[in-house]
């Protein structure tokens, strides 16, 4: 978005803080959080409402792992940073259910399964699983199961499906994350700074980090942007660190489907539950239309949906006459050039470790942003090296 003149205030209002944080989507709100329990006044800022972009309109696995299978990301990484990436999302969702977010009404302690639907993903999550066990990880596997994504309509035709197999990773849970991320929100101590963009970035001659939002101008020592996939919008010289990805869902109805797993199919690129209500979402479609699903338009497209619709039919095994579609939704995510997450002190006209980044968990927010916020507020407090750091990625 961008701000008229007229927009702007003649004298803004200065408010300070001891930290200042940039969105309000879950790794904005962990962010504050981790500040505040460190004893520092946090000033959160947003330009739309709590949990109004990629975080509101995820999928809502609390999952362990990353899109792709352990042995698929143990070849991309190496072992020790696939091990820590399965570690950190284990602790994610021990963080978050430390917080309370068991006692939310949307919340299921629910395992998720990712799918083989041939023959070649069977191996390698055979092999996942052979690898998950040898570093200590609790993981299971199932042959069968009696839910729709194994039995479907008798007689019906299911391209791909029933499934070969599926990893399961037991101790797994799912939620919503509009109503996860606004929970955690009010558990900060000052109310979030709503429908606030902020427009430019100064410092001042005190070393103050500046955030200029068009009726206030917000100042701290030191500011961490959580804005994932519009870090680019604000700082262009930095698009190189992100890539704005649309995602697609659905949202179905019927009487004879259940799902007893969170479940991921196509090595991730498709995934389906269902929620304390009965509904099932399904997203996913996005490696067929990776040419289109770009940018930061926020709407749906007739050839992802249909074909969403598609693969819900398949995967629930329901004829396409019986599907009741209630809702259908986009969202943009943050993708970072090798898919591990960014964290660290962004170069600028600041001085060296005001400003920081924390974002970029390509698709896996939910699973990975809670953990990935309190490491960066923890290193940005201690001036020590983060991990995951962004000097690992190189301007074009």
Known sequence: ?????????????????????????????????????????VAVIERHAVAGGASGRAAGFLMRGAAENYAAAIEQWGRETARTIWRWTEENLRGLRSEGIESLPSYRPTPSCLLALEPSELDELRRSAALLGEDGFNVG????????????????????????????????????????????????????????????????????????????????PRAILCTNAYLPLLLPHLSHLIAPRRGQMLALRHPRARLDCSYYANHGYEYFRQTPDGT??????????????????????????????????????????????TARWAGTMGFSPDGLPLIGPLPGPWPEGALWFCSACTGHGMSLAHRTAAAAAEAMLAGAPPPFPLSRVSAR
């Not at 019906?156 to 990893?167: M, N, Q, T, V, Y």
């Not at 926020?298 to 074909?307: C, E, I, L, N, P």
């Not at 398949?314 to 006459?321: F, H, S, T, V």
């Open 280 to 325: 099932i979402v399904v997203g996913g479609q996005r490696r067929a239309h990776a040419d289109t699903e770009v940018g930061y338009e926020d709407r749906t497209t007739g050839a992802v949906q249909g074909a969403l619709e598609s693969f819900a039919c398949a995967a629930l095994g329901i004829p396409p006459e019986e599907l009741r579609i």
């Open 141 to 220: 596997w199932a042959d069968r199961g009696e839910d729709a994504a194994w039995t479907g309509t008798p007689g019906l035709a299911r391209s791909g499906f029933p499934p070969l197999g599926g990893l399961l990773n037991p101790d797994d849970g799912s939620a919503s994350p509009y109503e996860l991320v606004r929970f955690l929100s009010s558990k900060l101590k000052q109310p979030i700074h709503e429908h606030a963009e902020v427009a430019a970035i100064t410092s001042d001659a005190q070393g103050l980090i500046h955030l200029h939002t068009a009726d206030a101008t917000f100042a701290a």
């Open 1 to 41: 978005m961008t701000t008229s003149y007229w927009r702007l205030s003649p004298s803004p209002r200065l408010i300070t803080a001891d930290a200042l944080v940039v969105g309000a989507g879950i790794a904005g709100v962990s962010a504050a959080l981790a500040l505040e329990r460190r004893g520092l006044s």
